[in-house]
């Protein structure tokens, strides 16, 4: 299920800006730090942030054409911010949630396959430090 463009806009507005202080601290919340690949401007997004063997899996509740998508596929690096640590990323893979629910660690997969967004996930894999 893709959230409608006018609700996208709303959360970028307001939603955003408030889950943007707990994101990085809540169990399933992140907080995605990438660069506009037009502008070259830093963005940080809260999302849901899952974690895999060798990085994260990112659900997409937009759509695979959403800015910090097509941002991190451009680029092909990324920083996640999730439990008071910072992780460097890259490598990024567009798959179906289907294809990377067998990514997810098993303690988080309950959580993972309980949200609604079907349509696509991003995996990254996490940089050595």
């Known amino acids: 299920m893709r ?4 609700v996208a806009r709303f959360n970028r507005r307001f939603t955003n800006r408030a ?10 919340l992140g907080i995605l ?7 070259g401007n830093r963005y940080r997004t809260p999302l849901l942030v899952f ?6 899996a990112l659900l997409i509740g937009y759509g695979p054409t959403t800015h910090w998508v ?6 092909g690096s990324a920083v996640i911010r999730k439990h008071g640590r910072t992780h460097q990323v890259a490598k990024p893979r567009l798959l179906s ?5 067998h990514t997810v660690k098993p303690l988080s997969r309950p959580l993972y396959l309980l949200f609604p967004y079907n ?11």
Do not use: I, M
């Open 33 to 39: 730090e990438h660069t506009g690949h037009r502008t």
């Open 119 to 129: 349509e696509a996930v991003l995996v990254l894999t996490r940089q050595p430090q």
């Open 51 to 56: 974690d895999t063997a060798d990085g994260y």
């Open 19 to 28: 889950a943007l202080r707990v994101a990085g601290l809540l169990p399933a």
């Open 3 to 6: 959230v409608g463009r006018s």
């Open 97 to 101: 949630k289907s294809q990377a629910a």
């Open 70 to 75: 097509r941002n991190v596929l451009v680029h």
